[in-house]
């Protein structure tokens, strides 16, 4: 079975475009990550302060 160049150019694209939607995907999953991250360890230092007055 033969394919047309507008055929390959048509799967080329739509490759391209999930691949695409992977990387950025992948991305936001990092970054809300390091966000979580960030509020976990900003929630354990509060948690970490001495609660007697004075200190």
């Known amino acids: 079975m033969t394919q047309t160049a507008?055929?390959?150019?048509f799967l080329l694209?739509?490759?391209s475009a999930c691949l695409g939607?992977?990387?950025v995907?992948?991305?936001?999953e990092?970054?809300?990550a390091r966000r979580r991250r960030e509020r976990y360890d900003?929630?354990?230092r509060e948690a970490q302060?001495?609660?007697r007055p004075g200190h």
């Open 6 to 9: 507008s055929d390959q150019a």
């Open 13 to 15: 694209m739509l490759i």
């Open 21 to 23: 939607a992977c990387f």
């Open 25 to 28: 995907w992948a991305f936001w």
């Open 30 to 32: 990092i970054e809300e």
């Open 42 to 44: 900003e929630f354990t």
């Open 49 to 51: 302060r001495p609660v």
